[in-house]
């Protein structure tokens, strides 16, 4: 299936700070979804964006889907420590509509 | 609604041994996942069920591991026999949509170590 990567890996911020992760395709992507996981949880959807340059806002967190179906970004306002996780992508596509996850990146909070 | 059960949340077990992962998706939804998560490689989508029917299981890493969908409240993920590199978080998620489409309620995990 298509792959989709994701950056960075880790990023440590100071509570208060803004904090962005990215997903990119080298094909078009025909829907994106945005989860996050909680230390010793479960992955948890926040949002799916299929139209091209697409942003929707949940309160703090910002979601954006490129013109080009190939990005999308998750983008945090002043984080606080509930925001520690990791935030994965992922995509549904192929005759299956297989869902494939990014590496995800691990966001963390310093209070 | 209890969200998605899965059992045991916990297993160790010894090489070779058979391991049987259990999961009762949402009543209602249509698709259920299991997924295999560790540290290398990420989250993995072993294989899918749209009502009760395997739909794409090209994420099964090889024969030892199975799985069934015998009716639409029960789930189960088979390894026979077991090995320590199959040692991971296995997750089961359910949902209402056609395979990944729309929002997926994943199950809490069962953390499986092979010894």
């Known amino acids: 299936g298509q792959q989709v990567m994701q950056i960075p890996q880790y990023q440590h911020v100071q509570e208060g700070e803004d904090f962005t992760t990215y997903c990119n395709s080298s094909?078009?992507?025909?829907?994106i979804q945005w989860y996050k996981q909680r230390p010793g949880g479960h992955p948890v959807f926040l949002i799916q964006l299929v139209k091209s340059g697409e942003v929707k806002k949940q309160k703090r967190l910002t979601f954006q889907f490129g013109e080009a179906k190939k990005n999308s970004s998750l983008h945090i306002t002043a984080t606080q420590t509930t925001d520690v996780g990791t935030y994965f992508c992922s995509h549904s596509g192929g005759s299956n509509y297989k869902l494939t996850f990014g590496k995800g990146t691990l966001l963390t909070v310093n209070p | 609604d209890a969200g998605v059960i899965q059992s045991p949340r916990h297993e160790v077990t010894e090489m070779g041994q058979e391991v049987t992962l259990r999961c009762k998706p949402i009543s209602g939804h249509n698709s259920l996942f299991w997924y295999r998560q560790t540290m290398m490689r990420g989250l993995e989508l072993l294989i899918y069920f749209n009502n009760n029917v395997p739909i794409d299981d090209s994420g099964m890493p090889e024969d030892r591991f199975s799985a069934k969908m015998p009716n639409a409240s029960f789930s189960t993920l088979k390894i026979q026999p077991s090995e320590p590199r199959d040692s991971a978080v296995y997750f089961c998620a359910s949902s209402t949509g056609l395979a990944g489409l729309g929002e997926q309620f994943f199950g809490p995990g069962t953390r499986l170590t092979v010894l």
């Open positions: 094909t078009t992507l025909s829907n």
